[in-house]
Nanobody, 120 residues
């Protein structure tokens, strides 16, 4: 059994910062690509950051220069540092990860999400 749990969401003022965490637990053999998505009300789910197993990162233009994704393989945790937050960054942030379990199967797993609200 593999689980992903996000944390770190909060209410923050425009221009503020937050760091989100995505912690994987369970029968994990290897974690491959990990993505952070944002789901805002009435909008399509949007990819906001991606990191490969070798540490290569990718961001859309909407967050480039403001968001930084990183991973701590020893802790099976991926972080999303968000700076210079804007009201349009508001939404539920979810992480997904391609994980090989100890049983050999590779599947994509999702967390339950953490709410980020940017408002004055």
């Amino acid at each position: 059994q593999v689980q992903l749990v996000e944390s770190g969401g909060d209410l923050v003022q425009p221009g503020g910062s937050l760091r989100l965490s995505c912690a994987a637990s369970g029968s994990i053999n290897k974690i491959y690509v990990v993505d952070w998505y944002r789901q805002a009300p009435g909008k399509q789910r949007e990819l906001v950051a991606e990191i490969t197993s070798s540490g290569v990162t990718n961001y859309p233009d909407s967050v480039k220069g403001r968001f930084t994704i990183s991973r701590d393989n020893a802790k099976n945790t991926v972080y999303l540092q968000m700076n210079s937050l804007k009201p349009e960054d508001t939404g539920v942030y979810l992480c997904s990860a391609y994980i090989r379990s100890d049983y050999g199967a590779v599947d994509v797993y999702w967390g339950q999400g953490t709410q980020v609200t940017v408002s004055s």
